[in-house]
Nanobody
Framework: QVQLVESGGGLVPAGGSLRLSCAAS????????MGWYRQAPGKQRELVAV???????NYADSVKGRFTISRDNAKNMVYLQMNSLKPEDAAVYYC?????????????????WGQGAQVTVSS
């Protein structure tokens, strides 16, 4: 089993910055894709940013130029630096990971989610 724990959410005025962190832990595993999604009240969960292996990150159009995703493979962590925050960025932000978990005799792909971090932006 692989667990994700987010941190760094909070309340920030419009134009401010926040940095979200997500730590993966658990069984022996390797992470292929890590990303951030968000869900505002009454709306569907949407992709914010995702990073896969050594490829360039992908961002939602609404956050390009303001948000930066990065990962530390040695620490099994992913970060989301959010600058120039807008009221419409307010949501619960979820960390997501896709990879492979290994046991003594087998391996299996997994996808898992964190518990969510609330981001509130005051206008």
């Amino acid at each position: 089993q692989v667990q994700l724990v987010e941190s760094g959410g909070g309340l920030v005025p419009a134009g401010g910055s926040l940095r979200l962190s997500c730590a993966a832990s658990g069984s022996t595993f390797s992470l292929r894709t890590m990303g951030w999604y968000r869900q505002a009240p009454g709306k569907q969960r949407e992709l914010v940013a995702v990073i896969t292996g050594g490829r360039s990150p992908n961002y939602a159009d609404s956050v390009k130029g303001r948000f930066t995703i990065s990962r530390d493979n040695a620490k099994n962590m992913v970060y989301l630096q959010m600058n120039s925050l807008k009221p419409e960025d307010a949501a619960v932000y979820y960390c997501n990971a896709f990879g492979t978990v290994y046991s003594a005799s087998s391996q299996a792909q997994f996808e898992t989610w964190g518990q969510g971090a609330q981001v509130t932006v005051s206008s």
